[in-house]
Structure formats: structure tokens, C-alpha cells
């Protein structure tokens, strides 16, 4: 039984610039596998070694089962730690590479002999058993970087981006084997990837980090359909979601240009949420409607240019260009609308398409804190 919580916690490397890890607050549950993920420098390591006790916690403090461990060395927090770079040693096997930390602890030949044997038919590493890190491909290192960790039976795996250096393929197969794992051995686990997919795939919930702040912690499914703000909305999902602010709302219904009113379906209870006239409106690819072509303009809907088509056998995703007049009060972030088009709609590059946003699909920020209006009080 392991739980873990950050109460205030900040890292500050320089006193000069905003903390690394800023004032986190986040309770993890016994068994739980949470992700923390966010864009590169957001300091997702860095909270993880804070949990581990490879970096000082500068404010606040962290407790595991309920203990505040915040001054406790690492070696007496009972976390195990699987690193990006594996960290094996290259002059020992697979076995002894499992067997290294037990034996410094003094754990009695017989146990460990029995955990390692455990711990590799678990990981289907028992050929592998007698074989060096240099011998074996990434996909094996890694498992052996797995297998030292639950050798260990510790109250927390820390595993920081464990799957970066595998490729595409193995990858995708990996992060199935490592969730199905956690979840049988029910050890509480705080797993760091900058991998909107993984994130979504491998945890019980998901901890959005922007900038060394907590953007939001909640389910996959809830943080795609209730992101709490822009950058959440914006980093989950692939391709991500198309940004259009200045969108102004009369009666529910949003002007995007001259003339040019599109029912987005928002409720009008949430309508006057808006602290101001204008929102901020997001579309997934998923919900646009393509309405019209060049050959068959349609009022009432946002002309795009068709560019970078990417057919991906079931789907397409189509890049397209907004095309905005002059007079449009409404700017789509970096210009850019994505589409899913059904695989048997025929699209070409450089064509002119008419889309909507499927009523009822939109999401709603408030222009000023980018916060979703469904949390705005
Ligand atoms: N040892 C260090 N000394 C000074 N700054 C650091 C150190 N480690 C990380 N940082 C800074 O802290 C921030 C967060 O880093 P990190 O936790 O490694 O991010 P992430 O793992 O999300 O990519 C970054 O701005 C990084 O440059
Ligand atoms: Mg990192």
C-alpha cells in the first residue's frame, strides 16, 4: 500500500528564473499509474527526482504512505527508478545487473536468485539471463532496466521516458506490455513521457505539466473532452485541435466573418460564462463537417485551402490554410485547420473546402485566462 503526494512542492536551480517545479500539488493513489507529461522542459524530470530523492525539494514537501520523505536520502525511499539511458552496467549480465541493488541490501542469495528468476519470466528475459547489455538489442535492455526495478518490489516506480530510445514499433508494443505489468504487480507508478499518445494509452490518469505548473490531472478520455484550458486542449490530442479566437457569440451563435454565422451549438448557460463578447473556439479534427467545395460553395462556413493531405488507410487528416477576409474579427492560430475527412471523400491538394464545426463539438475559452468556459464559475 503506497501512495504518494506533492504538497507545494518547487525545485528552483536559479533563484533568478521561475522554478523548475513549481508549487505542485498532486495525490497519487495506491496502484495508480499516473503519467506526468508535457513539452520538453516543462520539468517533468525534474518532479520525478524530487519523488525519488535524486534532486531537493526547495519548497513544500513530498509524502509517501502518508510520511513526509522530503529529507529522506533516495536510497532509503524505497523507489525504484527506470531511466531513459536504462543505466545498466555494461560489464555485468542481465542477472546481476537485476541482482545488484539486493545484494547491496543484503538480501539472502537464495531471494534474489528466486526474484530475478521471477522478475524475467515476467519480462520473457530468461535466455537473456547470462547475456551483457552489449549484446542485446534496446528492447531487451529496456526490460532489463524493468526487471532490476520490480526486483526490488519498491512502494513507487519512477520510470522517466522509458520508451524514447525504442523504435516506432516496439514502442507501441512496449507501452501495451508495461501497463498490462503495472497493473498486475499493482505497484504505485509515476511514469514521465512528453508523449501525448503514451500518456493517454498507458495511464490511469494524466498529469499535464506546462512551464513546471500543473495544468490539469484527470482520466485520458476526460482530459480530451474537458481540456481545462488551451494548452491542454491544444497538447492532447494528435493532430491537435484548431485554435480560432476573437469568435464573438450572439445568441449562441458564433460570427466568423462578415455575414458569416455558424451555429456552434453552445449552451447558453455557458455563453454567459464569457467574461467579455469574443471567445476563444477549439475544433477537433474529428469535428468539422466538410459542407462544400470550390464547385459547390456553401454560406455559413469557413472557406479553407486544402494543403498536405495524410492518408492514413482508414482516415485522412487534411491541413488546410483558413482562408479569412479582411474584415474577419476571427484569426486561426498559426493559420492552420485540420481536418478528418472520411477516406472515400476524394480531396486534393490546393482545392477549396467549406467546413463546419459539428454542433454541439466545440470547446469554449475565455480569451483572456484560456480557461475552458465548463470551469469558469
Ligand atoms: N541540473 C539543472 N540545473 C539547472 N537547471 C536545470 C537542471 N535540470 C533541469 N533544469 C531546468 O529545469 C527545467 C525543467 O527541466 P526538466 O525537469 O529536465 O524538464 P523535462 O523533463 O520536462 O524535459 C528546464 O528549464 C531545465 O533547463
Ligand atoms: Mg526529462
Not at 340 to 353: F, H, N
Request: charged share 25%; glycine share 8%; with cysteine.
Amino acid at each position: 500500500m503506497s501512495t504518494v503526494e506533492f504538497r507545494n512542492a518547487s525545485r528552483i536551480y536559479d533563484n533568478t528564473r521561475p522554478p523548475a517545479v513549481n508549487r505542485i500539488n498532486l495525490s497519487i493513489a495506491d496502484g495508480e499509474f499516473l503519467v506526468l507529461v508535457g513539452p520538453s522542459g516543462c520539468g517533468k524530470s525534474t518532479t520525478l527526482r524530487m519523488l525519488a530523492g535524486l534532486e531537493p525539494i526547495d519548497e513544500g514537501s513530498i509524502f509517501i504512505d502518508d510520511v513526509d520523505v522530503s529529507e529522506v536520502p533516495a536510497r532509503k525511499r524505497d523507489t525504484a527508478m527506470v531511466f531513459q539511458s536504462y543505466a545498466l552496467y555494461p560489464n555485468m549480465t542481465a542477472r546481476q545487473n537485476m541482482a545488484f541493488a539486493l545484494e547491496n541490501a543484503k538480501v539472502p542469495k537464495a531471494e534474489i536468485a528466486q526474484k530475478v528468476e521471477n522478475a524475467a519470466k515476467m519480462l520473457e528475459l530468461g535466455p537473456l539471463l547470462d547475456v551483457k547489455p552489449g549484446n542485446m538489442s534496446g528492447g531487451q535492455r529496456q526490460r532489463v532496466a524493468m526487471g532490476r526495478a520490480i526486483v526490488r518490489s519498491p512502494k513507487v516506480f519512477c520510470m522517466d521516458e522509458p520508451l524514447s530510445n525504442l523504435d516506432a514499433k516496439l514502442r507501441v508494443a512496449t507501452r501495451g506490455q508495461i501497463a498490462a505489468l503495472q497493473r498486475s504487480l499493482g505497484v504505485t507508478t509515476v511514469y514521465v513521457t512528453h508523449d501525448q499518445t503514451e500518456a493517454m494509452t498507458m495511464g490511469d490518469r494524466v498529469c499535464v505539466l506546462k512551464d513546471g505548473v500543473i495544468q490539469q490531472v484527470d482520466e485520458p478520455t476526460h482530459l480530451y473532452e474537458h481540456p481545462g484550458n488551451t494548452f491542454v486542449a491544444g497538447f492532447i490530442g494528435s493532430p491537435s485541435i484548431t485554435l480560432m479566437d476573437g469568435v464573438s457569440l450572439e445568441e449562441g451563435r458564433a460570427v466568423i466573418g462578415e455575414g458569416h454565422t455558424v451555429d456552434l451549438g453552445i449552451e447558453r448557460e455557458l455563453a454567459t460564462r464569457a467574461k467579455g463578447p469574443r471567445v476563444t473556439v477549439g475544433v477537433r479534427p474529428e469535428a468539422w463537417d466538410i459542407v462544400g467545395s470550390s464547385a459547390n460553395p456553401v454560406p455559413d462556413a469557413l472557406p479553407l485551402r486544402a494543403g498536405l493531405i495524410e492518408h492514413l488507410g482508414s482516415e485522412a487528416f487534411v491541413y488546410c490554410d483558413a482562408i479569412m477576409t479582411p474584415d474577419s474579427p476571427v484569426t486561426v492560430r498559426g493559420q492552420r485547420v485540420v481536418l478528418r475527412a472520411d477516406k472515400r471523400q476524394p480531396i486534393t491538394t490546393g482545392e477549396t473546402l467549406y467546413a463546419r464545426p459539428r454542433f454541439g463539438e466545440c470547446y469554449f475559452f475565455d480569451p483572456e485566462s484560456e480557461t475552458n468556459l465548463e470551469y469558469v464559475a
